[in-house]
T-cell receptor, first 113, second 115 residues
Framework: DSGVTQTPKHLITATGQRVTLRCSPRSGDLSVYWYQQSLDQGLQFLIQYYNGEERAKGNILERFSAQQFPDLHSELNLSSLELGDSALYFC????????????FGQGTRLTVV | AQTVTQSQPEMSVQEAETVTLSCTYD???????LFWYKQPPSRQMILVIR??????QNATENRFSVNFQKAAKSFSLKISDSQLGDAAMYFC????????????FGAGTQVVVTP
């Protein structure tokens, strides 16, 4: 158990819908990272938050957004869902000090039908 | 932009034998970090080993070791005395110096371990 909690574990929704994925980082970690793992694109970095502020952006679509709340949990919002958004979405967190390991959650499997 | 390439989609190894996974990367930075992550069927991403680019010495973690060739931009993983529990997808990853969590992953190599 990495200490990073993601909910839900599985999600099935229809095209055009909106979903929210939730991530609770390890205790004390300030950074949260979101990744998408799909058959087409592999593992891709989406976005990073640090202590509530956006720190870095990767290949995140405009239909996707994220935020980190004062209690440090993070949410990834996916809207206008398309079939191609079906993927495993990972959250990872790391400690405030520079150059520390990122610990991954078990992911949320999103299926868009 | 950095790219990470793993050219072996699948590698098969017998128990107790050794297997080497290849990884090449492209970057214009002189300092960075490289990682190997393991993803078993449980889909959990597990850090296997890391290498700081400024260190010439190759990293070792028990049965796992790397061969880091900075000039060639090559970063291979050797798994010695392979065990059934080593069966998984292995990802090579690159990160900048300021954030180990901002990872650029390769496509992965599936390791199959046969008894």
């Amino acid at each position: 158990d990495s200490g990073v909690t993601q909910t839900p574990k599985h999600l099935i929704t229809a095209t055009g819908q909106r979903v929210t994925l939730r991530c609770s980082p390890r205790s004390g970690d300030l950074s949260v990272y979101w990744y998408q793992q799909s058959l087409d694109q592999g593992l891709q970095f989406l976005i990073q938050y640090y202590n509530g502020e956006e720190r870095a952006k990767g290949n995140i679509l405009e239909r996707f957004s994220a935020q980190q709340f004062p209690d440090l949990h993070s949410e990834l919002n996916l809207s206008s869902l398309e079939l191609g958004d079906s993927a495993l979405y990972f959250c990872a967190s790391s400690a405030p000090t520079v150059n520390t390991e990122a610990f991954f959650g078990q992911g949320t499997r999103l299926t868009v039908v | 932009a950095q790219t990470v390439t793993q050219s072996q989609p699948e590698m098969s190894v017998q128990e107790a034998e050794t297997v080497t996974l290849s990884c090449t990367y492209d970057t214009s930075e002189s300092d960075y970090y490289l990682f190997w992550y393991k993803q078993p069927p449980s889909r959990q991403m597990i850090l296997v080993i890391r290498q700081e680019a400024y260190k010439q010495q190759n990293a070792t973690e028990n049965r796992f070791s790397v061969n880091f060739q900075k000039a060639a931009k090559s970063f291979s993983l050797k798994i010695s005395d392979s065990q059934l529990g080593d069966a998984a997808m292995y990802f090579c990853a690159y990160s900048p110096t300021d954030s180990w969590g901002k990872l650029q992953f390769g496509a992965g190599t599936q390791v199959v371990v046969t008894p």
